[in-house]
């Protein structure tokens, strides 16, 4: 198991560029590095998910998670987005860092990922559904179909209806992690930089896996 300390992972999470123009319809917005590094830090030492594995991050953005699956010993990682552009400015740092020989990008739609081999677990911040009803739940169906483990980000207050979605499709869900984030302003009726959401970290697991 490759050995970095959660410092460092913080630091180095904190040195990916973010987005330099984001979409108010993608809801996109940095995964904060502290709670990257906490949630990747569970998955490596805690249940082993990581090191050594085939990991598959879904929206994944600016690839601060893909990033830090690679640091912390992955064996192959995917980001997929449907940003071209983000996906771009993400491959050039990706590769002037020399990540490039475990993370490949790809651009396409979370739900129309043809795969040959499903991955060993997908880590996902993705929409929380503001401005796209359900895209929420669209993410986790599609990362159900990928992997029988899942680390995936939403909004507290969906927590119960996510729960008994996960259940009815044979999922147990633990919950790593609550508390609020700081998110970037999107909309002129944000009066402050940054306003704060309550958010949950799961863990979900296909029963019998």
Not at 30 to 53: C, H, Q, R, Y
Not at 118 to 136: C, E, L, S, Y
Not at 154 to 182: C, D, F, M, P
Request: net charge positive; glycine share 8%; charged share 25%.
């Amino acid at each position: 198991m490759k050995y970095l300390r959660r410092k460092t992972l913080i630091r180095l999470l904190n040195g990916i560029p973010g987005f330099k123009e984001p979409k108010i319809d993608l809801e996109q917005y940095p995964t904060p590095p502290e709670l990257a590094s906490l949630v990747l830090w569970k998955a490596s030492f805690e249940n082993s998910d990581i090191p050594g594995k085939f990991v598959m991050d879904l929206g994944c953005g600016t690839c601060r998670l893909s990033v830090g699956a690679a640091l912390l010993g992955a064996r192959r990682v995917v980001g997929v987005d449907i940003d071209l552009e983000v996906l771009r400015h993400a491959y050039s740092y990706i590769k002037a860092k020399g990540y490039d020989s475990v993370i490949d990008l790809v651009c396409a739609e979370v739900g129309l990922l043809p795969l040959a081999k499903k991955a060993d677990v997908v880590i996902q911040n993705p929409p929380f559904g503001v401005h796209r009803r359900g895209a929420d739940v669209k993410f986790l169906k599609a990362a159900m179909e990928l992997a029988n483990v899942i680390y995936s980000f939403h909004k507290e207050v969906t927590l119960n209806y996510l729960l008994s979605y996960v259940k009815i499709k044979g999922w147990v869900v633990e919950v790593l992690w609550s508390g609020a984030i700081g998110i970037p302003a999107f909309l002129p009726s944000h009066k402050e930089r940054y306003h704060k959401v309550r958010v949950v970290a799961l863990r979900l697991s296909k029963v019998n896996t």
